[in-house]
Every structure is written in structure tokens, then in C-alpha cells.
């Protein structure tokens, strides 16, 4: 999943491992994050989004599926 | 500003003290569940020989503590590896168990613990590779 978590972090001036240590995950989190490796699970996107002040979908690009894209022209 | 220290980095020191000392009382119960065997009335010796097993309880009760609160990612890493490696294990099982009338020998249970835990390190390595 894209996300601008590495842009956000840049702007705050964090370090991955600062950026880990105030969400309480580890540093290879933040690592497999930025590089849109993972998805992480909503309670974590909910902390990711209070710690930078903005709204979930600012942070995480949504990229619709093609199951859910043709269930809608239905 | 000083943060605080990273709780899931706290959940792997304290799960590596635990481990430790439960191993190191699964080895010393090894040599003295060795050492008073031969001296054993024959029915001490099964409580004798399964010693060892109640360190290894604590190992599993510190493992427990660390799945709830390690890190999410390590979490899905371990729990996609683990099920990897208990596919791996049930396909040999049972692929060996219907070769056993064959006939082959009967293993050791100790190869199918073995089988299994290589096969978590192996599929750890590439999971984990997947995220990184």
C-alpha cells in the first residue's frame, strides 16, 4: 500500500527509529511501510494519523480493487 | 526530545530474560534428570525423565507473552512462517507415515519436532524477506 508515511516523517525531521519509538512499533515496521510493503492495521493507521494531524486517507493512497471496482458498476 | 523507550523493544528484552532462564533450567533439569535416572525406582522414572518438560512450560508461557505484545508486522511475519512450517511438517507426516508400511522405519517423534523447527527458520527467512 503507498503512503507519504516517508515525506510526513521528513517534514517532522524523525529518524525511522523516532518515528518507531512513538508508535511503539519497530523500526523495521516504519522501514517495510515507507516502501509500501505492508499494510498496517487500522489501529495503527489511527496512531499514524493523530501523530501527524491529519486523516487517514492524506496518509495511506487508496488503491481501489478490481473486485470492489466492478461489484460498483453492478 | 527524549523518547521513551519503544515498548516492543521492551517485550524482547524481557522475552529474552525469560527464555534464558527457562533454558537454563531445561538444561540443568537435563543433566540431573540424567544423572538420578540409574538410581530411579523404575516407577519414578517416567515423572524423572519428563523433568525437564516443566522449564520448557515457562518457555512456552514467555512465548505466548511475546506473540500478544510484540510488534504487529513481527507478528504477521511469525504467524505466516509458523503456518508455513506446520504445512510443511503435516505434508511430510503424513507422506512418510503412508511410506512407514512400505516399509520403512518408525522415526523418532524428535524428527518431526525437528522437521518442524527447521522449517520455521526457513520460511521465517523468506517471509521475512518480503517486507523488507
Known sequence: MKNRIKV???????????????I???RQ???????????PSLPLAFKLSRLFQR????????????????HETK | MKTSQNPTTRARQRYYWEF????????????LSR????????????????LPILPMIF????????????DEL?????????????????????????????????PSAWWTYSVFMTGWLVSYFFVRRRYQ
Open chain 1, 24 to 26: 511503539g512499533v519497530a
Open chain 2, 20 to 31: 534464558g532462564f527457562s533454558i537454563a533450567g531445561y538444561v540443568a533439569l537435563i543433566f
Open chain 2, 74 to 106: 513481527e507478528r504477521q511475519v511469525l504467524v505466516q512462517s509458523l503456518a508455513l512450517a506446520g504445512g510443511a511438517t503435516a505434508l511430510l507426516s503424513v507422506t512418510y507415515g503412508l511410506l512407514e508400511g512400505a516399509p520403512l522405519p518408525h
Open chain 1, 29 to 39: 515496521t516504519i522501514v517495510a511501510l515507507e516502501a509500501g510493503k505492508y499494510a
Open chain 1, 55 to 70: 486523516p487517514i486517507e492524506e496518509i495511506f493512497v487508496d488503491e481501489p480493487s478490481d473486485d470492489i471496482a466492478s
Open chain 2, 35 to 50: 544423572s538420578i535416572w540409574s538410581q530411579t525406582a523404575p516407577s519414578w522414572r517416567i515423572p524423572v525423565a519428563l
Open chain 2, 59 to 70: 518457555v512456552f508461557a514467555a512465548v505466548v507473552r511475546y506473540v500478544v505484545r510484540m
Open chain 1, 8 to 22: 510526513l516523517r521528513a517534514e517532522k525531521d524523525w529518524s525511522q527509529a523516532e518515528l518507531a519509538d512513538r
